[in-house]
């Protein structure tokens, strides 16, 4: 049973550029949510995909974008990166449903932005 | 809007002492409640989780958390712990609203267990 899985597990990008990475959920689930773990804090939600929408979303800037495609995987897109935007990103997937509150997490892509 | 505090950042205990996480949450609508561990270099992993019910949970690895709503806290704990439980550990909430359950994390506690 594939967990879920994130790509790439690291990136280094500089200041201004663009990024995407993916993220494919868990056999079975069919909604993905994406949360931001600046170092030594605790993960941030972004947003969260459901029948191909973003369904909630938290408080974070439009320059964060993203997408879920009908097999369910989904990607995140960040604009014009910023320094502070260095974090590991970390992708959940759930099961809309009786068990929808729990979400299993991917290891997370770690973006280095310089 | 819901907020969680982890009272420690730093917990230090010695194998085989019993240890406490504390964690308190405060929000106007009800609430689940949830204990991830983080292991370096991997993502989140679910230790145990609160809907309804009995207040005290039981998870994995040995861990428990009693849920007090009169003090809105939710601490884990376990008896007796390993080398090997040396991890971050993060309290979460989400709201009870049937749709979405967005986790809102506390900021982590880190658990050094020495011998």
């Known amino acids: 049973d594939a967990g879920v899985t994130q790509s790439p597990t690291h990136l280094i990008k500089t200041r201004g550029q663009q990024v995407t990475l993916r993220c494919s959920p868990k056999s079975g689930h069919d909604t993905v949510s994406w949360y931001q773990q600046a170092l030594g804090q605790g993960p941030q939600f972004i947003f969260q995909?459901?029948?191909?929408?973003?369904?909630q979303r938290g408080n974070f800037p439009d320059r964060f974008s993203g997408h879920q495609f009908p097999n369910y995987s989904s990607e995140l897109n960040v604009n014009a990166l910023l320094l502070g935007d260095s974090a590991l990103y970390l992708c959940?997937?759930?099961?809309?449903?009786?068990?929808?509150?729990?979400?299993?997490f991917g290891p997370g892509t770690r973006l280095t932005v310089t | 809007a819901q907020s969680v505090t982890q009272l420690d950042s730093q917990v230090p205990v010695f194998e085989e002492a019993p240890v406490e996480l504390r964690c308190n949450y405060s929000?106007?609508?009800?609430?689940?409640l949830f204990w991830y561990v983080q292991y370096p270099n991997q993502g989140l992993q679910l230790l145990l989780k609160?809907?309804?019910?009995?207040?005290l949970v039981k998870g994995i690895n040995g861990f428990e958390a009693e849920f007090n709503k009169s003090q809105t806290s939710f601490h884990l704990r376990k008896p007796s712990v390993h080398i090997s439980d040396t991890a971050e550990y993060f309290c979460a909430v989400s709201e009870n609203s049937n749709s979405g359950y967005a986790l809102n994390f506390g900021k982590g506690t880190s658990l050094l267990v020495t011998p």
């Open positions: 609160y809907l309804s019910g009995s207040t």
């Open positions: 929000s106007s609508v009800s609430v689940y």
């Open positions: 995909y459901y029948e191909e929408e973003e369904r």
């Open positions: 959940a997937s759930s099961l809309e449903g009786q068990s929808s509150y729990e979400q299993y």
